[in-house]
């Protein structure tokens, strides 16, 4: 009698391309007409910790405030919108010091306040996909506060290949 022996699947997603894959899927969430943002906060065993989106703080109704990109700071979105990481910070439902040593997938680099949330709440790693404004001085600000508080960043497929979600 022979014995059979099953080889596994090799081609299965790895954990950069699943949570980023995660954090993709939430942003299709965002009811943000110009700029869908997702995050996804992973402790260090793997396991999903928060999720979130751009958009209007709960109550804020998606059809009473401004989705404009230009106009007077009243009249504009980014006066409104909470962004994807802090969402997801917000939406965590442990103490924050659970957050200590995690790492957060987001669509898009974060911005100088949410790098502030990042590393105030012990997030150390970032794994980002797009860096386009990554000569602003946000972006700048960002990467040089988390240089000095040892938040490790880096792009999403620079180790492994890169997943293209088709919805």
């Known amino acids: 009698m022979t014995e059979l022996k099953t080889l596994k699947r090799e081609d299965y ?15 299709e969430r965002s009811k943000d007409p110009n700029s869908q943002v997702g995050a996804c906060i992973v402790s260090s065993d793997h396991r999903i910790l928060s999720m979130g989106y751009n ?33 997801a910070i917000l939406n965590f439902r442990g103490g924050m010091s659970s957050l200590a040593g995690a790492t957060i997938y ?25 860096d386009k404004y990554a000569n602003t001085p946000s972006t700048v600000a960002s990467k040089k506060m988390f240089d ?16 293209t979600m088709e919805l």
């Open 55 to 87: 958009g209007f703080p709960a109550g804020c109704s998606d059809d009473e405030y401004p989705w404009a990109r230009e106009g007077d700071e009243i009249s504009v979105k980014y006066t409104y919108v909470t962004h994807a990481e802090l969402n």
């Open 13 to 27: 997603l790895t954990w950069d391309e699943y949570f980023m894959g995660v954090a993709k899927l939430t942003a």
């Open 106 to 130: 987001v669509t898009l680099f974060p911005c100088n306040e949410c790098a502030k949330a990042i590393i105030q709440t012990g997030i150390k790693h970032v794994v980002y996909d797009s």
């Open 148 to 163: 000095s508080a040892g938040v490790e960043y880096r792009k999403y497929g620079s180790s492994g290949r890169k997943v």
